[in-house]
C-alpha cells in the first residue's frame, strides 16, 4: 500500500501538471457550511459525510468534496474565464464497507469557460487520460444532458416533468413515476374516493402541523388535474427505455441515439453537442472509436452533473472505486451563484488508487 | 471468567426478560435493594447478570463487553453498522413487539404512501422555504429507509422524546417512532402511511460475535442454548 507521503508526492505533481496546462492553483477550508451541502444533497448527504459544529457558526461538514467550495469561490470573486487545479484530502463516512478509505486525497481540475463547451468536455477528458497515460484503466463516459433533454420535451404537463426531473437521480423513484404517469400503475387505494369528494377536507380530524389547509387543497386539486391529463404515449416511453439502454462506442452509441431521436426530437439538440464533443475529442487525439458511451451512466452516483459525464475504472480490480470522475455542472454554477452561471466542467483523480494499481502492476 | 448476560434494568422489559428465563430454568433477580443494579443468577452456574439501559446493550455487545443481552431488534439495527457481524441473534422473547413507522398528520387526506410524503415534501420546501422535517431517534434506520425509496426534500430533526407531540408543536411536519397499538399515534391526530413501515422489533436474546470466549464460558454458553431451546 502507498504511504502518505508518496500519494501526497503524487498529487503536487500531478497538481503542477495541471498548472502547467494553465490552471491556478485554489486551496478551499476543509470546513464547509452544513447547510449549503444539505441543501444541494439533501438528508442523504448525512450518510456521507463527518458533521461537527459549533455554537457561533452552526453545523460544518468536513469537505466531501472540492466543487462546491471551488463553484462559490469562482461565483464570488472568479474572473471568467477560469481554470482551477487543487490537491486535498476529502472526507467520507463509511458505514457498511470498512476497506472503503473515509479521507483521501484528491487532485482536480475544473474549467469555468463560456466558450466552446464541447473542447472544454474534450480539454478534461483529454488532460484526465494524459495524467493516467499507461495504467490498465478502462474510461466510461456518458451525457446525463441527452435524458434531461428527452423528459424536457415529453408531451405531458409541466408538473408530470419537473416531478421526473427531480428524480431523474433516482432511477427507481423515476421508474415509478414513469410508469404512473404512463397509466400503467393504478394511484393508493381510495384516491378516486378522495379527489371525487365536493370538500374532501371535512373530516372530523383537526388540522395541525404547519402545512396548512390551502397546501392539501392545492395538492388534492393537481392530482385532480394529473388525472385528467393523458398518459405519456406508448411511443416516448419505449424511446426512452431505448435511449437508457445505449451502451455501445462512441460513434456507434450517436447513430442509435439518432434513431431514438425519431421518437424523441427533443433530443436532437444534445445530440448534436455529443457529436461536437466527439469531433473535439478526437482533435485532441483520443481514440473515439473504442471509448465506451452510456446513456444511463452517472445517472446514481454523480447528482449535479447535468451534460457530459465519464470515469475511468481499474480493469480487473472491479473492487476499487474510480480511479477519477468528473463532468459538466453548469446548472450547479446556477444554484450557487445568486442568479448568475457559467458553463463549467471539471473532474477529479485519486492518486493513492493510482499507486496502488501501479503497484499490482509491478 | 463468567458469561455475561445484559439485561435491561428496568420496568417491563426487565421484568418480563426475568420471567422467560425463569420458565426455562434460569432464575435472574436484582440483588439487594430497587435501587441497586447488580443482578443474582440462580439455577446455572456461570452466568453473571450486568442490568443495564436497553439502549446501551448493543453497544456492550458489539464492544464484546458482555456475550449475551437482551434488547430490541429497533436499537440494535439502528445503534451497530454492519450489526449481523457483530452479533448473532439467539431467540426472539416474543415481547415488547414495535413497529418503527412513519406516520403523519391524519389531517392530510392528500397523503397515503411514501410517493405521497415525496410529492408534499417538494411542495412543503416550495411553499415555506426550508425542507419537510421527520422527527426521530431512529436517524439511520430512517435516512437508509427514505433514501432506498427516493424520497427526497426532507430533514430529519432529533427527537429524543414525546416525538408524537412535534407535530402540533410545529418543529417537525411528520415523524418516525416506534408504535405498538397506534394509540398514541391517535390521540396525537397522527396516521401511519401505508407503506411506511421501516421495521417490526422486539425484545430480543443476542450473541456477541466479538467478545472472547475461553472454556469455561463455551461451556457455559452451550449449556445456556440447551435450556433456551
Not at chain 1, 463527518?50 to 468534496?65: I, N, W
Not at chain 1, 437521480?169 to 415509478?176: C, K, V
Not at chain 1, 426512452?240 to 433530443?267: G, K, S, W
Not at chain 2, 426534500?153 to 405498538?180: F, K
Amino acid at each position: 500500500m502507498p504511504n502518505r507521503s508518496q500519494i501526497q508526492a503524487r498529487a503536487a505533481m500531478m497538481r503542477v501538471r495541471f498548472e502547467a496546462a494553465g490552471a491556478q492553483v485554489v486551496d478551499p477550508p476543509l470546513l464547509q457550511p452544513a447547510e449549503t451541502l444539505l441543501d444541494l444533497y439533501g438528508e442523504d448527504i448525512r450518510a456521507r459525510a463527518y458533521v461537527t459544529s459549533d455554537a457561533l457558526r452552526g453545523e460544518q461538514m468536513l469537505r466531501p468534496d472540492f466543487t462546491m467550495p471551488v463553484v462559490q469561490m469562482h461565483m464570488s470573486e472568479g474572473a471568467e474565464p477560469a481554470r482551477y487545479t487543487y490537491s486535498g484530502e476529502v472526507f467520507r463516512r463509511q458505514e457498511h464497507d470498512p476497506d472503503r478509505s473515509n479521507e483521501y486525497v484528491q487532485v482536480g481540475y475544473e474549467v469555468f469557460d463560456r466558450n466552446d463547451p464541447a473542447g472544454a468536455d474534450a480539454e478534461v477528458f483529454s488532460l484526465f487520460a494524459l495524467q493516467l497515460r499507461g495504467l490498465p484503466l478502462r474510461a466510461a463516459t456518458g451525457d446525463i444532458g441527452i435524458l434531461t433533454a428527452a423528459v424536457q420535451g415529453l408531451r405531458t404537463t409541466d408538473r408530470r416533468k419537473a416531478a421526473l426531473m427531480r428524480h431523474l437521480w433516482r432511477p427507481r423513484r423515476f421508474r415509478i413515476l414513469l410508469e404512473r404517469y404512463a397509466g400503467r400503475k393504478p394511484g393508493p387505494e381510495g384516491r378516486d374516493t378522495l379527489l371525487d369528494a365536493e370538500n374532501p377536507l371535512d373530516g372530523d380530524v383537526p388540522m395541525i402541523g404547519k402545512r396548512r389547509a390551502s397546501e392539501i387543497e392545492a395538492r388534492i386539486e393537481a392530482l385532480r388535474e394529473d388525472r385528467e391529463t393523458p398518459p405519456i404515449s406508448d411511443n416516448e416511453l419505449a424511446g426512452l427505455e431505448t435511449l437508457l439502454n445505449v451502451r455501445e462506442t462512441m460513434p456507434f452509441a450517436l447513430e442509435q441515439l439518432r434513431d431514438v431521436a425519431v421518437d424523441l426530437p427533443q433530443i436532437t439538440p444534445a445530440l448534436n453537442r455529443l457529436e461536437a464533443r466527439i469531433a473535439s475529442l478526437q482533435a485532441r487525439g483520443v481514440d473515439v472509436e473504442t471509448l465506451d458511451f452510456e446513456a444511463a451512466y452517472g445517472r446514481t452516483s454523480m447528482e449535479y452533473y447535468d451534460g457530459f459525464v465519464f470515469g475511468f475504472y481499474a480493469e480487473g480490480r472491479p473492487d476499487l472505486p474510480p480511479i477519477a470522475t468528473g463532468g459538466r455542472y453548469d446548472a450547479l454554477t446556477r444554484q450557487l451563484g445568486n442568479g448568475a452561471e457559467i458553463p463549467a466542467v471539471g473532474g477529479v483523480i485519486r492518486p493513492d488508487l493510482m499507486l496502488e494499481i501501479e503497484e499490482d502492476a509491478q | 471468567m463468567s458469561l455475561k448476560l445484559g439485561v435491561p434494568s428496568k420496568g417491563r422489559l426487565m421484568e418480563k426478560t426475568f420471567s422467560w428465563f425463569e420458565k426455562r430454568g434460569i432464575t435472574l433477580s436484582r440483588s439487594g435493594s430497587d435501587r441497586e443494579y447488580a443482578g443474582k443468577v440462580e439455577g446455572i452456574d456461570g452466568v453473571s447478570l450486568i442490568l443495564l439501559s436497553a439502549g446501551e446493550i448493543p453497544r456492550e455487545l458489539a464492544a464484546g463487553r458482555i456475550h449475551l443481552g437482551v434488547t430490541g431488534t429497533d436499537l440494535v439495527q439502528e445503534k451497530l453498522p454492519r450489526w449481523e457481524q457483530q452479533v448473532e441473534q439467539v431467540s426472539k422473547l416474543g415481547f415488547g413487539k414495535a413497529d418503527l413507522i412513519i406516520a403523519t398528520p391524519a389531517c392530510w387526506v392528500d397523503v397515503d404512501t411514501l410517493d405521497d410524503l415525496d410529492a408534499a415534501a417538494a411542495a412543503f420546501r416550495k411553499a415555506h422555504g426550508h425542507r419537510l422535517r421527520i422527527a426521530t431517534k431512529y436517524h439511520r434506520l430512517v435516512r437508509e429507509f427514505l433514501t432506498e425509496a427516493g424520497v427526497a426534500d426532507y430533514t430529519l430533526v432529533d427527537s429524543q422524546g414525546a416525538t408524537e407531540g412535534t407535530v402540533v408543536n410545529e418543529t417537525a411536519e411528520a415523524i418516525a417512532d416506534i408504535t405498538s397499538t397506534g394509540e398514541t399515534l391517535r390521540a396525537n391526530h397522527l396516521k401511519i402511511l401505508t407503506d411506511g413501515l421501516i421495521l417490526q422489533s422486539q425484545a430480543t436474546l443476542w450473541r456477541s460475535r466479538v467478545a472472547s470466549y475461553n472454556d469455561d464460558s463455551k461451556a457455559v454458553l452451550s449449556e445456556v442454548m440447551d435450556r433456551l431451546s
